[in-house]
Structures are given as structure tokens and as C-alpha cells.
T-cell receptor, first 116, second 112 residues
């Protein structure tokens, strides 16, 4: 079956522009996560969605970052007024069960964002 | 060890040798741990997991060891193959829902 799909795979933008990154999770997965991976670094948690519950936004680095998840499926991560330090790979992951701990995340291939 | 900046620690091994990748985790309350493999240009792929009530778990060619006393996790890969070349991340679940905290990663380079 299809895995987690992210688009675009690469995005180059100018400093100050807004960008939208899209994630299509695995069908039926109720939990969705966004992580950020800077060059040579580990993954930094950004935001978590679970069903109809309020998302956990505790990892968002500034108010320029926001995310939505429509209809419990597709998610969009928006970065406003991009800065060069926003350059990174943005990874989306989903997991199958409702609010459970101890289950593995399935990752997409990420969007490589480059801010010039 | 953990990396700083752009320089991931690298483990170089010969094809056929066994590899051991180490990870120190941060939270003594963490109850679930995962190893992920990330190849260039791809997202992380699940390798193996272990719960805190275990100290060892084996998969196909891989073994994870957990030492809660010193908060240490290791991944052993038997008979390492060129296809094992990747960056390996450990991750811990610090409780609540499945919010994983990732280590900085170790690059495994397998030489023929």
C-alpha cells in the first residue's frame, strides 16, 4: 500500500516568502506528526495531531510556523516570512492507532526547504 | 557519542563484520525506544523497538540492548552489508502519546 506522501520534495524560496508543505498520511492512520531535520542533525519534533483532539504545538519554533490537518487526513505545514535558518528537511510521519504509546511512526521522504 | 553541528559520528566497518551503534538517552522515565535507519534522500525507516521492561530484543540480523541503569541503548547489526550503510537514529518515548525524541544519529559506512 501507499506510504506517507509529502509534497513538494524540494522547495526553494526567497527570504520573507511564505511556504506550504503538504503531507498525506497512510490511509486510516489517526496520528500525524511533523518533524524538522537540519543538516547533519537529528529530528526535532514540531507538532502532533491526533483525531479531533487539539494538536500539540509545543515544538513549533516560532509563531511563523503553523499547521492544519483537514478532515483527519491531509496536513499542511505553513511557514510565514521564511528565514534562512528555516532551511531544513521537513518530515511528516503517521501512526495507526488512537493515542497509543509504543507504536512505530511511518515517515515520508520529506520536503527539502531551502531559503535563499 | 552525540554529534554537534554538521559532523555526525561515523562508524566504519568491513563488509561481513558485526557493527555496534551506541546511543545515550536523556530521560529516565522513557518507556519505549526505537532505532531508525535513514538512507540518503529518504525518511527514517523503522528497524527495531524495545520496551523498558526488556533489556534485549532480537530481529533479523539486528539486536537492541537496553541498559536503563546508565540510560544506554545499542544496536548490533550482524554480518554488516553494504546496504546497511546509512545514518542510524535512536529515539525515546518520554511518555504520554507517541512523541519521540531523537538522538543526533550515527553514520554507518560499510566497506567492501
Amino acid at each position: 500500500g501507499a506510504g506517507v506522501s509529502q509534497s513538494p520534495s524540494n522547495k526553494v524560496t526567497e527570504k520573507g516568502k511564505d511556504v506550504e508543505l503538504r503531507c498525506d498520511p497512510i490511509s486510516g492512520h489517526t496520528a500525524l506528526y511533523w518533524y524538522r531535520q537540519s543538516l547533519g542533525q537529528g529530528l526535532e519534533f514540531l507538532i502532533y495531531f491526533q483525531g479531533n483532539s487539539a494538536p500539540d504545538k509545543s515544538g513549533l519554533p516560532s509563531d511563523r510556523f503553523s499547521a492544519e490537518r483537514t478532515g483527519g487526513s491531509v496536513s499542511t505545514l505553513t511557514i510565514q516570512r521564511t528565514q534562512q535558518e528555516d532551511s531544513a528537511v521537513y518530515l511528516c510521519a503517521s501512526s495507526p492507532r488512537t493515542g497509543r504509546t509504543n507504536e512505530k511512526l511511518f515517515f515520508g521522504s520529506g520536503t527539502q526547504l531551502s531559503v535563499l | 557519542g552525540e554529534s554537534v553541528g554538521l559532523h555526525l559520528p561515523t562508524l566504519s566497518v568491513q563488509e561481513g563484520d558485526n557493527s555496534i551503534i551506541n546511543c545515550a538517552y536523556s530521560n529516565s522515565a522513557s518507556d519505549y525506544f526505537i532505532w531508525y535507519k535513514q538512507e540518503s534522500g529518504k525518511g527514517p525507516q523503522f528497524i527495531i523497538d524495545i520496551r523498558s521492561n526488556m533489556d534485549k530484543r532480537q530481529g533479523q540480523r539486528v539486536t537492541v540492548l537496553l541498559n536503563k541503569t546508565v540510560k544506554h541503548l545499542s544496536l548490533q547489526i550482524a554480518a554488516t552489508q553494504p546496504g546497511d550503510s546509512a545514518v542510524y537514529f535512536c529515539a525515546e518515548n518520554t511518555g504520554g502519546y507517541n512523541k519521540l525524541i531523537f538522538g543526533a544519529g550515527t553514520r554507518l559506512a560499510v566497506h567492501p
